[in-house]
């Protein structure tokens, strides 16, 4: 196969960067990877992690895949009105009043829709947003998916403050006596999920990283089985969701769970390149020209500074791969308006010339550009619009 490089300029030669590409061979092989990880289970995609209606729609066009795990209400109306998605279930709590007003309003949107809570409070606000006598609305409690081995020691994310199936079957009855429905249990592990366990040269934390994911999961599953058992005394459960690009094969193996939650691993950012169990194949790259020749070994490359969400650090930094051999400068990193690469391929770079990179994250990626080109081969097939592209931001 002709290197990815030469195709990606063949592909887009009539067009000006900056520049973002999706090649669909890798996004396919991608899908198939997850499918065959998840073990039967369905995924729902994480769409933030996509962030682009026409990648949504080509991912439900493998088997495997069904609904979406959307990171707001706002966007969750969006797409079920668009016909994205006719199953949507809101990550995160919401408190957007003027989304909650359009959802009771919509009666194909309240079917579609599941919104999530870890609170009475949020029950609260959406009453006093909709009124008490508000239509039935569907509602996922979410369980603390953190590690908690010793007092006082968190490993995870701050997420849900329910922790123990008692917490939860307190809420679940707090929902019943409300006008909600309660349909579903959601938890991520994000301390495996997102953390990979195979960090290079590092022999020590990596042995750490594996003891934490192999204790971690068996806590969780513990915790997991005894809540949805619980909750099954106050409500009929459509759907217990678990998971994340970096857990599916460990999700899958919990017996309680019914359906997986991925999206990053459909584009195949540089942090999930250090996973011991997979390593997806990088589908979304961009690019950008070379614009001055400060040095013989450093080109400087228009924009650039698309840094990653997240603790700062080396990591949340786009990576420059095509040339091979190229590297940000400790001085600069990524600039918001230029940024200097260096290494021995840059002494070969003219200006004019494509410097080809992967980003930290799969989703933000789509904040920076409004077009997607789909490439096969060395050929655009399609150019599609991000959210950005269609007039959307959702946070």
């Not at 460990?250 to 691993?265: N, Y």
Request: glycine fraction near 10%; hydrophobic fraction near 45%.
């Amino acid at each position: 196969m002709t290197a990815p490089r030469v195709r990606y300029d063949t592909a887009t030669a009539e067009l000006d960067p900056p520049l973002a590409v999706v090649d669909l061979d890798a996004f396919a092989a991608n899908a198939a990877e997850l499918c065959h990880r998840a073990g039967g289970r369905p995924i729902r995609v994480a769409t933030k992690s996509v962030r682009c209606p026409e990648l949504l729609r080509r991912t439900f066009g493998h088997p495997g895949f069904a609904g979406t795990l959307c990171y707001s209400l706002r966007e969750a109306l969006w797409l079920v009105k668009g016909e994205v998605t006719g199953d949507a279930l809101v990550g995160y709590p919401t408190a957007d009043r003027a989304a909650l007003r359009d959802l009771a309003a919509d009666e194909a949107a309240r079917s579609a829709i599941t919104l999530l809570i870890d609170d009475v409070a949020q029950l609260d606000l959406i009453e006093a947003t909709l009124g008490r006598r508000h239509p039935r609305l569907r509602v996922c409690l979410e369980l603390d998916g953190s590690w908690r081995p010793l007092p006082g020691m968190h490993v995870g994310v701050l997420r849900s403050p329910v922790r123990t199936a008692r917490q939860a079957r307190a809420l679940a009855r707090e929902v019943h006596a409300r006008r909600f429905r309660l349909v579903g249990l959601m938890s991520y592990e994000a301390q495996v999920a997102g953390v990979g366990d195979a960090p290079p040269g590092q022999p020590l934390h990596r042995a750490a990283l594996r003891l934490m994911r192999e204790r971690s999961m068996r806590e969780l599953a513990g915790r997991r089985a005894a809540t949805v058992e619980a909750l099954r005394q106050v409500a009929d459960l459509e759907f217990v969701n678990g998971g994340g690009t970096g857990s599916l094969e460990l999700t899958a193996a919990d017996r309680a769970v019914t359906e997986l939650t991925a999206g990053s691993g459909l584009l195949g950012p540089t942090l999930f390149d250090h996973y011991r169990a997979f390593r997806p194949r990088p589908a979304a790259v961009f690019a950008l020209p070379v614009v001055r020749r400060p040095g013989r070994r450093v080109a400087t490359v228009f924009a650039g500074g698309y840094v990653a969400s997240g603790v700062p650090g080396e990591d949340r930094l786009p990576v420059p791969v095509l040339p091979g051999g190229l590297r940000l400068t400790w001085s600069e990193g990524a600039g918001e308006v230029q940024t200097p690469v260096s290494g021995r391929a840059a002494a070969a770079l003219r200006v004019g010339d494509r410097v080809w990179f992967r980003h930290a994250k799969a989703g933000e990626l789509a904040e920076h550009f409004p077009t997607y080109h789909l490439v096969e081969g060395d050929r655009i097939v399609d150019s599609v619009p991000t959210y950005r592209g269609a007039g959307q931001a959702f946070g």
